[in-house]
């Protein structure tokens, strides 16, 4: 069965940091990009970071970059997002997606196809 | 940054109904363009990738069509586990998601 299964989600501080981890089996995970996804209490999903099946791409939406970082260790098929300097507007439920590629007509289409159950963090 | 919006935020429609949601991109994002269904306390699910291919082991009802900056989301005859709620996202550049719209069984 493929899965995907967050943790390390936890109540921090203003200013404080977080680490979070994702497991993933049931698929070759280094065959894949890999993203991060948070959904903040009655809000819409937002894509916070992706990162290439080797780690040698990521990506960050603004509102992140410089304070979040994504990795992965494909050896133990886990990804990661440390988190620094965090505030209350990153109060969220946080979401590992597999980010896969479905190609048509030449061209790559990219999803968030698989989704972990998610893992909270608050900032208070 | 490209901005989704959809319309509209909620609707309410009976078992059997046919149902439209719209989202529409706030500049060209050719078909660049998926939905997934979200239920409460649970993660999105993958529906609908590149504006109208189905998503594997998702029901036939549903259908997506569209491009460039207008994208319709379609549920053919409306069933009681399609209560959700509905977003559209963009994977054109930046990626981004639509607000949302929620779907309630009368």
């Known amino acids: 069965e493929v899965q995907l299964v967050e943790s390390g989600g936890d109540l921090v501080q203003p200013g404080g940091s977080l680490r979070l981890s994702c497991a993933a089996s049931?698929?070759?995970?280094?065959?894949?990009?890999m993203s991060w996804v948070r959904q903040a209490p009655g809000k819409w999903p937002e894509w916070l970071a992706n990162?290439?099946?080797?780690?040698?791409?990521?990506y960050y939406i603004d509102s992140v970059k410089g304070r979040f970082t994504i990795s992965r260790d494909n050896a133990k098929n886990s990804l990661f997002l440390q988190m620094n300097s965090l505030s209350a507007a990153d109060t969220a439920v946080y979401y590992c997606?597999?980010?896969?590629?479905?190609?048509?007509?030449?061209?790559?289409?990219?999803?968030?196809?698989?989704w972990g159950q998610g893992t909270t963090v608050t900032v208070s | 940054d490209i901005q989704m919006t959809q319309s509209p935020s909620s609707l309410s429609a009976s078992v059997g109904d046919r149902v439209t949601i719209t989202c529409r991109a706030s500049?060209?994002?050719?078909?660049?363009l998926n939905w997934y269904q979200q239920k409460p306390g649970k993660a999105p699910k993958l529906l609908i990738y590149?504006?109208?291919s189905l998503q594997s082991g998702v029901p036939s009802r549903f259908s997506g069509s569209g491009s460039a900056t207008d994208f319709t989301l379609t549920i053919n005859s409306l069933q009681p586990e399609d209560s959700a709620t509905y977003y559209c996202?963009?994977?054109?550049?930046?990626?981004?998601f639509g607000q949302g719209t929620k779907v309630e069984i009368k």
């Open positions: 997606a597999r980010t896969g590629a479905y190609n048509l007509a030449t061209s790559d289409y990219y999803t968030f196809d698989v």
């Open positions: 049931g698929f070759t995970f280094s065959s894949y990009w």
């Open positions: 990162i290439k099946q080797d780690g040698s791409e990521q």
């Open positions: 500049q060209a994002i050719r078909t660049y």
């Open positions: 590149a504006a109208s």
């Open positions: 996202q963009q994977s054109y550049t930046k990626w981004s």
